[in-house]
């Protein structure tokens, strides 16, 4: 399900209409703090670049991943109408379908975090990098791009 969830929030990103400063709302959560935070180092991170390359510094800009910026979350559930199988009631029809499954579990693991997006801060120049991982596994950025 997760090559549909992906399908959908492409489709809700195209739909949706950017935020302009008349929709905000007038208090502020988390994501509005966070958002003004990434602003304001990146501002500070372009003046300090311009003032040590005396003018001419390259331009910061932000490549913050969509899946950040996102208000919404997709969570694809089956109706209420469909009526649970058993897991030996499964057959080849139910293949490409949304099943509803009734079991018992008698045994589990632990849960394994999975991580979408990782945000790197540099420590020498302060920006940020974003790497999205796809799949299950992923190797972590050694170096600043910048």
């Not at 489709?11 to 502020?28: F, G, K, N, W």
């Not at 008698?106 to 849960?111: F, L």
């Not at 991580?115 to 596994?137: D, I, R």
């Amino acid at each position: 399900t997760s090559r549909y969830i992906r399908h959908f929030e492409f489709c809700a990103d195209a739909l949706m209409p950017p935020i302009s400063a008349d929709s905000r709302r007038p208090e502020q959560d988390v994501f509005d703090i966070l958002e003004s935070h990434r602003k304001q180092q990146l501002e500070n991170a372009r003046l300090s670049n311009i003032d040590n390359a005396g003018g001419n510094g390259p331009k910061i800009v932000s490549d913050t991943p969509i899946c950040l910026t996102r208000r919404y979350e997709i969570s694809i559930i089956p109706s209420r109408d469909v009526k649970p199988k058993k897991l030996r009631e499964v057959k080849a029809d139910d293949i490409g379908h949304l099943v509803k499954i009734k079991g018992l579990v008698t045994r589990a693991s632990d849960v394994k975090p999975h991580v979408t997006v990782c945000t790197y801060t540099c420590e020498s120049c302060g920006s940020e990098l974003f790497q999205e991982v796809l799949g299950s596994q992923f190797m972590p950025l050694l170096a600043c791009t910048s």
